[in-house]
C-alpha cells in the first residue's frame, strides 16, 4: 500500500503524559500536513511541511505541541504534558507541489488520542 | 480569509432516490474547492475537486458538484443514493495555487434508508 500510514493508530494516555505520533506521506509528496478532528467537526489545520521547513502552524498549535521532519520524508507530532481537552483524531495529509493549480490532499487514517 | 457553511448537519434519503449536500463558501480570492467522504474508521477520499475548469465537476460513484459563483456555492449531488454511500461528506475550500490551507466544512452525515 502506497498511501498515507499513520502510527500508532490509537492511543490512550493519561493526563500529563508525552505522546509521539509519527506519520509517512507518499513517497513522492513534498507538502506534509496535520490536521486535528475532534468529535462532530471537521479537521481543523494544525501545521504543514514542504520539505523539511515547517512554512505555517495554527494558532491552535500551542507551545505542548511540536511537529518535525527532519529529513523531508516521515513526520512526527509531539504532544506533551498531555491535556483531556488534547482527546481527538490527528489527521496527516500530504500532496505533490502546485502552482497555480490546487492538487488533492491525500490524507491517512488518523492517530485517535484519549487522554484520561 | 475563507469560510464553509455546511447547511444541513445530518441528511436522509431512501435507497434510490437523489442525494444533495449543500455546501456555500466565502473567500476573498478565486478558490479551489473539494468535496472528501468520510466512512466509519476510514480515511479522508476525495470525491471531486474544482480548480477553475468546467463548472459542473464529476466525481466518483457517481457524484458531482456545480461551482456557482453568483451564489458562492458548491453543493453536491448524485441521482440515485446507495448503501453504501452512508458516511460523513466534508466540502472544503482553499485558495487557489500556491499552497494549499484548506477549511473545511463541519460536516454533513448522509443517512440511507433501504
Known amino acids: 500500500d502506497t498511501g498515507v500510514s499513520q502510527n500508532p493508530r490509537h492511543k490512550i494516555t493519561k493526563r500529563g503524559q508525552n505522546v509521539t505520533f509519527r506519520c509517512d506521506p507518499i513517497?513522492?509528496?513534498?507538502?506534509l500536513y496535520w490536521y486535528r478532528q475532534t468529535l462532530g467537526q471537521g479537521p481543523e489545520f494544525l501545521t504543514y511541511?514542504?520539505?523539511?521547513?515547517?512554512?505555517?502552524k495554527s494558532r491552535l498549535l500551542s507551545d505542548r505541541f511540536s511537529a518535525e521532519r527532519p529529513k523531508g520524508s516521515f513526520s512526527t507530532l509531539e504532544i506533551q504534558r498531555t491535556e483531556q481537552g488534547d482527546s481527538a483524531m490527528y489527521l496527516c495529509?500530504?500532496?505533490?507541489?502546485?502552482?497555480?493549480?490546487?492538487?488533492?490532499?491525500?490524507f491517512g487514517p488518523g492517530t485517535r488520542l484519549t487522554v484520561l | 480569509a475563507q469560510s464553509v457553511t455546511q447547511l444541513d448537519s445530518h441528511v436522509s434519503v431512501s435507497e434510490g432516490t437523489p442525494v444533495l449536500l449543500r455546501c456555500n463558501y466565502s473567500?476573498?480570492?478565486?478558490?479551489?474547492l473539494f468535496w472528501y467522504v468520510q466512512h466509519p474508521n476510514k480515511g479522508l477520499q476525495l470525491l471531486l475537486k474544482y480548480t477553475s475548469a468546467a463548472t459542473l465537476v464529476k466525481g466518483i460513484n457517481g457524484f458531482e458538484a456545480e461551482f456557482k459563483k453568483s451564489e458562492t456555492s458548491f453543493h453536491l449531488t448524485k441521482p440515485s443514493a446507495h448503501m453504501s454511500d452512508a458516511a460523513e461528506y466534508f466540502c472544503v475550500v482553499s485558495p487557489r495555487g500556491g499552497y494549499q490551507k484548506v477549511t473545511f466544512g463541519t460536516g454533513t452525515k448522509l443517512q440511507v434508508i433501504p
Open positions: 513517497s513522492e509528496h513534498n507538502r
Open positions: 473567500s476573498s480570492y478565486s478558490p479551489s
Open positions: 511541511f514542504q520539505n523539511e521547513a515547517q512554512l505555517e
Open positions: 495529509a500530504s500532496s505533490t507541489p502546485g502552482q497555480g493549480i490546487s492538487y488533492e490532499q491525500f
